[in-house]
Nanobody, 113 residues
Framework: QVQLVESGGGLVQPGGSLRLSCVTD????????MGWFRQAPGKQREMVAR???????NIADSVKGRFNISRDNAKNTAYLEMNSLKPEDTAVYYC???????WGQGTQVTVSS
């Protein structure tokens, strides 16, 4: 059974930082492309960052220069490093693994003073 478990969300002030983790189980992690998506209230889910199995990254323009995605194949874990957070970054952040379109349960990130 495939499992993706996100953690690291929380409440942070504008300008702050958070690091999200996505621990996977039940997949051959090094053969999967990993991604982070987010969904704010009343909005569609959007791609934030992706990393291929070979380590090539793609970062959304809205977070480029502030967010970074990485992976540790030895730990079966993907990370999203978020810096200079803004109130508009507030959303539920989801981890995604492909092939297969597997999703985690999400972790809430709230940026507010």
């Amino acid at each position: 059974q495939v499992q993706l478990v996100e953690s690291g969300g929380g409440l942070v002030q504008p300008g702050g930082s958070l690091r999200l983790s996505c621990v996977t189980d039940g997949i051959r992690f090094d053969l999967y492309h990993m991604g982070w998506f987010r969904q704010a209230p009343g909005k569609q889910r959007e791609m934030v960052a992706r990393i291929t199995m070979t380590g090539t990254t793609n970062i959304a323009d809205s977070v480029k220069g502030r967010f970074n995605i990485s992976r540790d194949n030895a730990k079966n874990t993907a990370y999203l490093e978020m810096n200079s957070l803004k109130p508009e970054d507030t959303a539920v952040y989801y981890c995604n693994a492909n092939p297969g379109g597997c999703w985690g349960q999400g972790t809430q990130v709230t940026v507010s003073s």
